[in-house]
């Protein structure tokens, strides 16, 4: 009998009853050491260390799915390794509204002006592409099952409130899609639910969120700078494209460049009609009665649309409305140049009219 009250483990040797005292038993314990070292180092070599913890690995999955979306998460995809870290982030994201919730609660909900819609975007942009990218790998995972949660009822609801986060709000709410930059689900909504992507009948993180909404589908697709998603929506035959040119005259000096050569450029966009209504707004600039410097930014903001028109083949010899009577564009830009005198955009904008009326001859 032991002389202490010490419990013993298993691997401890008593060395009385072995016969061969202290000499004898050191060995014994020294090649157990060695034995259980070098199957720790084995275990810790391997890419899957929780079976090495009496944990199988088909029961991690289902741990995974009450875990939260930080640390826990990670490490125990790193724990277990590569090979195994796909089925527990599926187990996860399968069916898992939450994470949608959560990653919607990254992005503001805000009413701002007209330049304040731009700022949300250029300040938030990483939260919009974060959720986004979630949004993707959750759809991934769900790639049966987020098509069936788009039904009329759900579009009615999300669209004529206040945002709610929620994981159907994300495939029945344009505007919100269209923020997120999910090109699959505008595809699936605009072809398979036919949707009016003319009207403003929705709500999205950077409209107005108090009742309906105030921009159209083709406005939010300008201001999130979504390159596939303009082209698509350009290539609908139902897409209204003289709304495009409101867009711009509203929102020229905000837009991606890229963005504005792609509407410009498009087949159906009239030059003329654009030449006209920021001719319109241009004539009102020189007569507001502000700072010149101020002024003279303004101006030059619009001037230099005008130019891109011309470019893109706006006629110059077209008559407009402008100081009380039907001009030629050339004479009105004379007379704000008396208005304005010395404005470098104005003279640059009548020496590249007369340029193109140049090459065009007489109207």
């Known amino acids: 009998m032991p002389v202490s009250g010490r419990k013993r483990s298993a691997n401890e040797v008593d060395d009385a009853s072995e016969g061969e005292g202290l000499a004898a038993g050191r060995p014994a314990r020294q090649a157990r050491r060695k034995e259980s070292s070098s199957s720790s180092a084995s275990a810790s070599a391997s890419p899957i260390a ?45 069916d898992n509204e939450t994470y949608i919730v959560q990653s919607l609660r990254m992005l503001p909900v805000l009413i701002p002006d007209l330049a304040g819609h731009v700022k949300v975007f250029r300040d938030n942009a990483h939260r919009f592409d974060k959720c986004r990218d979630n949004v993707m790998t959750w759809m991934d995972v769900n790639s049966k099952s987020w098509k069936g949660r788009c039904t009329p009822c759900k579009m009615n609801m999300y669209a004529d409130k206040p945002l709610v986060l929620e994981t159907d709000l994300v495939f029945n709410n344009p505007a919100v899609v269209v923020e997120l930059g999910l090109l699959e689900v505008l595809r699936f909504l605009v ?24 921009f159209s589908l083709g406005r939010l697709i300008f201001l ?54 920021f001719f319109t707004q241009l004539r009102g ?30 006629d110059p010899r077209t008559l407009v409305q402008g100081f009380g009577g039907d001009l030629a564009p050339i004479d009105i830009v004379r007379r704000m140049l008396v208005a304005c005198p010395g404005s470098f955009h104005l003279e640059r904008l009548g020496e590249k009219m007369q340029e193109v009326i140049t090459l065009l001859g007489p109207g």
């Open 50 to 94: 929780a079976p090495a913890a009496g944990i199988p690995i088909d029961v991690l999955p289902i741990v995974a799915s009450f875990t939260g979306t930080g640390r826990d998460l990670r490490n125990l995809c790193i724990a277990v390794g590569p090979k195994h870290a796909k089925g527990i982030r599926n187990a996860y994201l399968r």
């Open 191 to 214: 072809e398979e639910k036919d949707i009016d992507v003319n009207t403003a009948n929705w709500n999205g993180f950077t409209s107005n969120s108090e009742g309906v909404g105030n």
């Open 224 to 277: 999130r700078g979504n390159i596939g998603m303009l082209h698509y929506f350009l290539s609908l035959e139902k897409t209204h494209i003289p709304s495009f040119h409101q867009v711009l005259l509203d929102w020229h000096y905000l837009l991606p460049k890229e963005c504005f050569e792609i509407i410009v450029g498009h087949p159906r966009f009239d030059p003329n009609f654009a030449f006209g209504l």
């Open 285 to 314: 600039i020189v007569n507001w009665m502000g700072e010149d410097k101020v002024k003279e930014t303004r101006i030059g903001f619009r001037a230099k649309v005008i130019i891109a028109f011309l470019d893109a083949g706006a």
